[in-house]
């Protein structure tokens, strides 16, 4: 159990007015606490402003402050047991029950056994001193110690920081309390007991235990900061191991807690992006794994879309980490007074934003920012020291890296905000190294996005506004800047800032200033591909005519290139088919995915080229052969949704490939059909004809599935549509799927894009009678709406060709046929044609030359998507007409011969009803339906 015990200046809400009755309460209050107390049960102690933590028993605030504390005989020295029953909240996870400790390598400095095993051999009575930057594993590293210790006999005694401070005195009498024999005591965070007397406590430890025949170990961690002091007393008293885990080994560690935190996340964003997200600092990852499953859990985490969290225990955490050296802006003693960030924490915060790079150029960031503000840049050099020795900054390769974007964005946005309102000089501090270099340039541009993306609504618009103020200001002397800088440096920045970034809008404003410098410069450069792929995904209209000719020209001389991707994709979607450069675009995309197909980066291509409907002929069927080959490698992985959503809805997709695509899709939704994103293949998987016997029941159920998660979502109608519309659906399956259909139209009812869903459900085969009833007045409210609008004609369409057509309120039949005249060239025509045909059916007076026009329509149309409904429609509602029947049953046939019998499918189904036994044509139309179902 956590309590929370607010700061003295809180408001008041939850205590008695009159003063009789509040102190009964205290009373008995404190009776009940103090029994509890007696038996040994202390939850943890959450204080106010201060995140220091203590182990305790209090009722509210008022106790505490009234001194109750030293009443109930509160103490921080507690048992291994009462420290392990205490593993509350996130420090649960110290505990293997909830993750299993993963051992570092045997001959470590640092692995558990070596540890015990140097307490135990020491000479000099020293103890071991475990010191490591914040999250590298200190605490659970101690933990495995103390419980490797007990499990070997020795009595383990916790001593923890915090209120009432222990001194020397408490501890030795903890250890004689205990008796003869071995007794261990580990203190946690020694760096954070300043009171506590540590030569006092080695000589009386030395003393006492002689005299009472104990033997005692002496174990305790801090964080390196504590180690850049002299402390003769410290260094009396322990022996100091570094926990300075190898890169490899903090990446294998993070990775380990990653997925063993966040399965469910796993399977959504893949655990590459998992493992980025989570860093390799184990603790921080561990948090952020946390809550980045619980968006799991909530149906919240779309791949791409996180952005970085610093609420909750990450929050609190990094907090209190970050005030242990002294990298927080301290409050005034007034509320009235203005907090100022000191100047190593504005030299500090600018490092860290600028990183990574190298420690030469972290220093000059950290000096321009210190200049900024009128403070000596004589300390930066040293601020960088710092910031690696407590662990904030590590090296990576010939870069120093900041442990995780969190870090970066906590300080940042303590620095710039005073409550909500900005800093405008930290504003020009922390830009200040933008004008030296466009590396640093490019990393300020991410860390002020992400800080902007996470951080408060109030505090958005205020953040964006002053930067963009800041920016328009200085566009011209950053644009010279990138210009003369190195081009592949120059555009990551210019990259960075298109790239959907807090300045993208300032900058596609600042065109002139910014960009254009650069790309006279470096246009036809290989170095120019990140800038183009970034100003082409930015979708801004202005500037694309100038940007798509000069990334035809750049492909032109680099199409080859493995990197050319970054200009295809984009472009793919961009370039207009009327154009001359329209077919060359194509052929160099397929040439470059044919070249690249063993790689998986082939999708960024893929999935653009497959997505446009001008792709026609011998190039689309090539790019279906393609997509398949790249699918049998990478099937497996949550990022084949974006080849198998746009192959899925070729039409050139067909015969055996189809079948295999239908394979390959069920096969991936067996994976992945609980992610969010996952109807985007279900919605063109539950339209193919090819899905049909086991997989169709299988593919049912992975919809119902998803819906059963995500039906609350707008989206969900992707799903809702197509699964109505299967001949498959029936039984339970199809009563679930209709409470879902009309759960979400009451929902969503007054919008205009419930058509999606209505216009299937109208039509539905089977309907009870409430949800019929429930049905009918949906529609009846929608069409009082949108009736007149071009969406209205697919309700009225599938109305009036479903099995309810006679629901239909005469009010809306002559609304239907008005629409029709209107609409005459709405999907062909056919729509048109169909409710001329069905609404007179109705009343019923037939237009001769209605007839006749749809039947020289089907006649023309056998590859229509519309065939089967018009032809539905003369069955229905004209199959007495001289010559009907007899045309319509011949062109379905020539259709369902040629094509598919699933796009005639409901017109055999009503004509086998129609046609009496001796009909010879009933064989044939049986023969089609039996071959493809």
Known sequence: MVIAVPAEDTARDNLLDDAVQRQAQFDQQRAHLSALANRGHYPEIRFGNSDQLCLGLVPIRDLLLRGARAELGLTNVISLSDYRDGLAGFRRFLSSVNLPFRSPDRRSPYHPDELLRSLETSGDAKGVLLAGAGGVGKTRTTFEVAQLAESQGWRVIYVLPGQPAVTAEKIVEAVLAHGPGMTMVVIEYLDQM????????RRHLIQTSKQHDIRFGLMANCRPGFLLTNHHERDATF???????????AENLSRYVALETAPKALKIIGETELNRLCGHRAIIALLVAQQIEQMAEDSKLRPGEFHAV??????????????????????PDSIWDEAEPPPHLVAATTALACAPDSSVALTAAASAALR????????AERVIRVLESVGWLEPEGPWMNVVHDVVADELAEQTLFDLDAIRVPMVSALMEPAFQSPRSLGRLTITLTRV?????IPRKSTLRADLSSWFGKNSKRIGETVAAADADIGGYALGAILGGSVFEEI?????????NPWLANHDKSFEARHLLYRGLRSHHGPILPELIPIAIEWLERWRSEFQASYVLGP???????????FKSLFKWSLDWVTRNIEFQEAQFVLHPLLGRSELTGDSAVRAVEVALQWLDSFSEAPEARFVLHPLLDRSELTGDSAVRAVEITLQWLDSFSETPDAKFVLHPLLNRSELTGDGATHAIKFALGWLDKFSEDSEARFVIDPLLRRAELSGDSGNQTIEIAVQWLERFQDLPFCSFVLAPLVRYRELEDDFARRTTELAR?????????VIAGFVFVNWCLGKNANSIPEEFKEVALQWARRNREQGGGGPSLILQIAIPGLEPKASEHTKNSALVWVRSHDRHPLIGDVLLALLKYRSSSKGVLDVAIACALDVGWKHHANRVREFFDLALEILPESDPRRDEIEAIVEMEF
């Open 194 to 201: 300043q009171e506590l007397d540590l030569g006092a406590l």
């Open 239 to 249: 022996d100091i191991v570094s926990l300075v885990p190898t890169t490899q080994e």
């Open 310 to 331: 610093r609420s909750g225990d990450l929050g609190h955490w990094l907090r209190r980490r970050l005030a242990d050296d002294d990298l927080i802006v301290r409050q």
């Open 372 to 379: 900024e503000i009128g403070s000596s840049d004589s300390c």
């Open 452 to 456: 902007e993306g996470a951080t408060s």
């Open 507 to 515: 900058g596609i404003s600042e065109w002139s200033n910014l960009v």
């Open 571 to 581: 472009l793919v979607r961009l370039v207009p088919a009327e154009t001359d450069d």
């Open 781 to 789: 409210r929608w069409l009082t709406h949108f009736g007149g609008d």
